[in-house]
Structure formats: structure tokens, C-alpha cells
């Protein structure tokens, strides 16, 4: 028997359980985040309905799903905040914390650690990296 037709590689997007997931995961990081009394302070203010809405956005990227996001970039939206190394290291300890609560296979998360370190100066002010 001969398959002649190709298979669509499945997005880690689609792998984890698409939309309903990322809002999932983003519910839970954001109740992390917001728990920890070193990064709360960065989002006394902020609109969090669109801040999770931004957030859901960009992880769909990140995993392979559909592009939506037309929000300011990450370094227009971060430096301002003067962001250390240490903060946005927690940040992504709760974005692990959270994947591995939910059940993310490995090599999801692995893949977002990739990321996550590809964009660490978008995020990190400059005097703080």
C-alpha cells in the first residue's frame, strides 16, 4: 500500500487544543503573575480584559495558530517598564508553571523557551540586561 498524499504537520497551536487552550493558559499565567508580589506592580493600571486578550493574540503565534495580533510591538510595549532580567525570568517560570499545569507536552514548552529567549532584549531594558 503506497500513501500518495502528503500529511499537514499539526501546529503545537492545534496539538494543545487551539483557542480554548491558549485562554486557558492565559487565565492561569495572568492569576500567577498577578500573585507575585515582584511583577503585580507592572500591571497596576493596565486594561487586564485586553491585556489577556493581547496575550492569548500572541501565544496563537507563538504556537502556529492564526495570526491576529495587531497590537504595539514587544520592545515598544516593555521598554517603557525598564524590566529587569530577574522579573522577566520569573514571568517566564510562571509561563512554564502554568504550560506544565495544564498539560503541555515537553516539546511545546520547549519550543516556547525557545521564544521566549529569542525576544528577552525586546522585553529587557537595555541597563538591565
Not at 501565544?59 to 530577574?86: C, D, K, M, S, T
Amino acid at each position: 500500500m503506497t500513501v500518495t498524499e502528503e500529511t499537514t504537520p499539526i501546529s503545537h497551536y492545534e496539538r494543545i487544543g487551539g483557542a480554548a487552550a491558549v485562554k486557558a493558559a492565559v487565565e492561569l499565567f495572568y492569576d500567577k503573575v498577578l500573585a507575585d508580589p515582584d511583577l503585580a506592580g507592572y500591571f497596576t493600571g493596565v486594561n487586564m480584559p485586553e491585556q489577556r486578550r493581547h496575550l492569548a493574540l500572541m501565544l496563537a503565534v507563538v504556537l502556529g495558530g492564526p495570526n491576529e495580533y495587531a497590537g504595539r510591538g514587544l520592545a515598544e510595549a516593555h521598554q517603557p517598564l525598564n524590566i529587569p532580567v530577574a522579573h522577566y525570568v520569573k514571568v517566564g517560570e510562571h509561563l512554564t508553571a502554568t504550560l506544565v499545569e495544564l498539560g503541555v507536552p515537553a516539546d511545546v514548552i520547549a519550543d516556547v523557551h525557545v521564544v521566549l529567549g529569542q525576544v528577552q532584549d525586546q522585553v529587557v531594558s537595555a541597563g538591565n540586561a
